[in-house]
């Protein structure tokens, strides 16, 4: 499950996650400490090797700038919500205040810094992670859904269905 910051990913992931009775893992509680600090890239990929080693899995995160290749590859299918960005912030901004379960603190807690870094990342995300997402997509091999609104949900659940059944 790949896509935008706050365009959907976490709650998709938990339907996907019941829908078929797998393990919902959230690469934001891997990747961030409580204290919005991060792990080092190479904790990150090595937690990411155990994760993807798993028999049965869904990973709700992007982070495309490292680890990509390695999740689509072993991915059965791969879901990209390709959503606008407009939504996307207006999404982000509705959960300041809030926690929104995927991550290690609550927003309101986030330093004013990182939350400018966020916001900035959303609307540049369609120019620089999009590409790379679609390229390492077309090379990876695994099934690629494309969700362009959030209307697709239960299309996206019964063509995982259908695929799940074909595999």
């Known amino acids: 499950m790949v896509g935008n ?12 996650g019941d829908e078929f009775a797998l393990p919902v893992i959230h690469l934001d509680a891997v990747y961030w400490k409580p204290d919005w600090s991060h792990v080092a890239h190479e904790d990150f990929l090595a937690a990411q090797q155990d994760l993807i080693s798993q028999e049965r899995w869904v990973l709700d995160g992007c982070f495309s700038e490292f680890g990509l290749t390695e999740r689509f590859q072993a991915a059965d299918a791969v879901v990209f919500l390709d959503m606008p960005t407009w939504p996307c912030l207006r999404r982000a901004m509705g959960r300041r205040g809030g926690h929104s379960g995927d991550l290690p603190a609550d927003d309101m807690r986030l330093p004013v810094g990182l939350g400018l870094l966020f916001l900035t990342e959303i609307v540049l995300f369609r120019l620089l992670e999009r590409p790379r997402i679609l390229s390492v997509a077309m090379n990876s091999g695994s099934h690629f859904i494309r969700l362009h609104n959030w209307a697709d949900e239960n299309h996206t659940l019964a063509e995982l269905r259908d695929h799940g059944s074909s595999a």
């Open 5 to 16: 910051t706050a365009s959907g990913k976490s709650h998709l992931a938990a339907l996907i």
